[in-house]
């Protein structure tokens, strides 16, 4: 939690979206939030980024990592473009980077001529925090616990395609904690 953190933009942040401004989140950091009511389907902020080739894009991706590491953000801002480039978002310019994850969110990111943008999947009113899914695959989920608070989350923040293995893992995990604390007693 960080209320006490300044709202709204850094020195050389832009936010240039007429549907959302940024302000602190009670979930994590700032997020960007909806300052009038967003009708469905509505294409909110463009995702924007560096273009960078699937080579730039790893080195990037692991430097991200180690730095996540060390804040405990789950700050890793590559995006997949297509086949041969990808968006590195993390800049000031794009304030879509701010935007936080939840297991049960309100928008989604989408690909549309090369650009990607995030997009409302229900009619969202004012005031209320934009979400999606970050859409992390299952390497490393431990590293990424989800705060979200929502009725479903599953705890880490991961896409949902990988749900069912991620309630496998959690479940193996947990009888091998069982028997561990079985056998410390005996
Ligand atoms: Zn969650």
Redesign the pocket.
């Known amino acids: 939690m960080s209320r006490n953190k300044k709202d709204a933009l850094l020195p050389g942040e832009r936010c240039d979206s007429k549907w959302c401004s940024v302000r602190s989140s009670g979930i994590h950091g700032r997020g960007l939030f909806a300052t009038r009511k967003i009708p469905a389907q509505t294409n909110i902020i463009e995702y924007k980024g560096d273009r960078i080739s699937k080579d730039e894009a790893n080195e990037r991706g692991w430097a991200q990592m180690d730095h996540a590491k060390d804040t405990g953000d789950a700050a890793v801002y590559i995006f997949t473009l297509n086949d041969e480039w990808d968006i590195d978002g993390n800049v000031p310019r794009n304030a879509a980077r701010l935007i936080n ?3 049960e969110p309100n928008c989604e990111a989408f690909i549309d001529d090369d650009q990607i943008w995030i997009a409302a999947l229900r009619k969202i009113q004012k005031g209320e925090e934009l979400f999606f899914n970050y859409g992390f695959d299952l390497e490393n989920y431990e590293e990424h616990p ?5 009725e479903n ?3 880490y ?1 991961t896409g949902e395609d990988f749900w069912p293995d991620l309630q496998k893992k959690l479940a193996a995990k947990k009888a091998t904690e069982t028997r561990k604390s079985k056998k410390k007693k005996d």
């Open positions: 994850h939840s297991c989800c705060y979200c608070g929502t989350c599953v705890g923040i």
